[in-house]
Protein backbone atom coordinates (compact mmCIF):
# COMPACT_ATOMS: atom_id res chain seq x y z
CA UNK A 1 0.00 0.00 0.00
CA UNK A 2 1.26 3.28 -1.05
CA UNK A 3 1.53 6.00 1.61
CA UNK A 4 -0.60 8.96 0.68
CA UNK A 5 0.52 11.42 3.44
CA UNK A 6 -2.03 10.76 5.65
CA UNK A 7 -5.26 10.59 4.32
CA UNK A 8 -8.23 7.94 4.89
CA UNK A 9 -5.61 4.25 4.82
CA UNK A 10 -8.72 2.14 4.30
CA UNK A 11 -9.92 4.34 1.33
CA UNK A 12 -6.27 3.78 -0.15
CA UNK A 13 -6.45 0.66 0.27
CA UNK A 14 -10.05 0.31 -1.03
CA UNK A 15 -8.23 2.62 -4.53
CA UNK A 16 -5.53 0.32 -4.65
CA UNK A 17 -7.52 -3.13 -4.79
CA UNK A 18 -9.48 -1.24 -7.58
CA UNK A 19 -6.35 -0.36 -9.56
CA UNK A 20 -5.71 -3.79 -9.25
CA UNK A 21 -9.33 -4.47 -11.18
CA UNK A 22 -11.24 -5.41 -8.01
CA UNK A 23 -14.99 -4.69 -8.02
CA UNK A 24 -16.25 -1.80 -5.43
CA UNK A 25 -18.28 -4.57 -3.77
CA UNK A 26 -15.49 -7.12 -3.40
CA UNK A 27 -12.78 -4.64 -2.59
CA UNK A 28 -15.65 -3.62 0.11
CA UNK A 29 -15.94 -7.06 1.19
CA UNK A 30 -12.54 -7.92 1.36
CA UNK A 31 -11.53 -5.29 3.74
CA UNK A 32 -14.63 -5.92 5.96
CA UNK A 33 -13.52 -9.59 6.94
CA UNK A 34 -9.78 -7.94 6.80
CA UNK A 35 -11.46 -6.10 9.87
CA UNK A 36 -12.71 -8.81 11.18
CA UNK A 37 -9.74 -11.37 11.27
CA UNK A 38 -8.05 -8.37 12.91
CA UNK A 39 -10.46 -8.30 15.96
CA UNK A 40 -10.65 -11.92 16.28
CA UNK A 41 -6.53 -12.26 16.84
CA UNK A 42 -6.11 -8.70 18.23
CA UNK A 43 -4.53 -6.94 15.71
CA UNK A 44 -5.59 -3.23 16.84
CA UNK A 45 -6.80 -0.71 14.46
CA UNK A 46 -4.27 1.54 15.80
CA UNK A 47 -1.48 -0.34 15.03
CA UNK A 48 1.16 1.08 12.92
CA UNK A 49 1.18 -1.85 11.04
CA UNK A 50 -2.70 -2.20 10.86
CA UNK A 51 -3.01 -1.31 6.96
CA UNK A 52 0.54 -2.76 5.79
CA UNK A 53 -0.85 -5.97 7.45
CA UNK A 54 -4.93 -5.74 5.53
CA UNK A 55 -2.97 -5.58 2.22
CA UNK A 56 -0.63 -8.40 2.98
CA UNK A 57 -4.05 -10.59 4.17
CA UNK A 58 -5.78 -9.49 1.39
CA UNK A 59 -3.07 -10.55 -0.74
CA UNK A 60 -2.90 -13.74 0.46
CA UNK A 61 -6.76 -14.20 0.61
CA UNK A 62 -7.20 -12.97 -2.85
CA UNK A 63 -4.44 -15.65 -4.15
CA UNK A 64 -6.44 -18.59 -2.56
CA UNK A 65 -9.76 -18.00 -4.03
Known amino acids: MTDDGGADPR ?3 KDELW ?4 PD ?6 IA ?5 ARATG ?4 DAAYWHLAAAWIDRERGAS
Open 11 to 13: RAL
Open 19 to 22: GMGV
Open 25 to 30: AAAEEL
Open 33 to 37: AWEVH
Open 43 to 46: IARD
